[in-house]
């Protein structure tokens, strides 16, 4: 079956061309690249992104909280403080803002016309404005419910949060 997903995917810009030639295909694009997401990627690729973004995020909110002077402990994805432990979670990895952010500016990249030097940058740029961001939402829930007491840990708190987080990211 996702053999046959990706064919019947790779055959659709090439059918649009075939029956409405360039200026449909270049109408139809947008939309297709939308359709992308609904792809997982093959062999586990999405689990090992999602590793990485759990390592990548504690490490750099650990880097901001040595420089903000708070004592902690970065253990795997774990950040331990003296009064509470923070796991970065596989949802909090921002691999759900990666793969929204890569889709958006890809649509983007598309829609206003874009040449592909100057989407593949807009591209590489959201990868690491994602990682940037999601290190500043581990920072700010680590320092905003220690210090502030907060409910940012999870719940309605926590959903603000991220999506402040990945309105900054996308802006």
């Known amino acids: ?3 046959a997903a990706v064919a019947t995917l790779c055959f659709v810009p090439v059918a649009v061309y075939e029956f409405g030639g360039g200026r449909l295909l270049r109408s139809v694009l947008p939309l297709w690249a939308v359709s992308l997401i609904a792809f997982p990627p093959p062999s586990g690729l999405d689990q090992r992104v999602i590793a990485k973004l759990q390592r990548t995020a504690t490490s750099y909110a650990s880097g901001g909280l040595d ?3 708070i004592p902690h402990l970065a253990d795997g994805v774990v950040i331990r403080l003296p009064e509470a432990e923070f796991f ?3 949802a909090c990895s921002g691999v759900h803002s990666l793969f929204a952010s890569l889709a958006f500016a890809g649509v983007f990249s598309v829609a206003v016309g874009h040449g592909l030097p100057r989407a593949i940058v807009l591209l590489a740029s959201a990868v ?3 990682i940037v961001g999601n290190a500043a939402r581990v920072f700010a829930v680590v320092v905003l419910s220690t210090r502030y007491g907060l409910p940012v840990v999870d719940g309605l708190g926590h959903e603000i949060l991220g999506a402040v987080v990945f309105a900054a990211v996308i802006g």
């Open 67 to 69: 420089l903000a002077g």
């Open 128 to 130: 690491a404005w994602v």
């Open 88 to 90: 970065v979670d596989e």
């Open 1 to 3: 079956p996702y053999a």
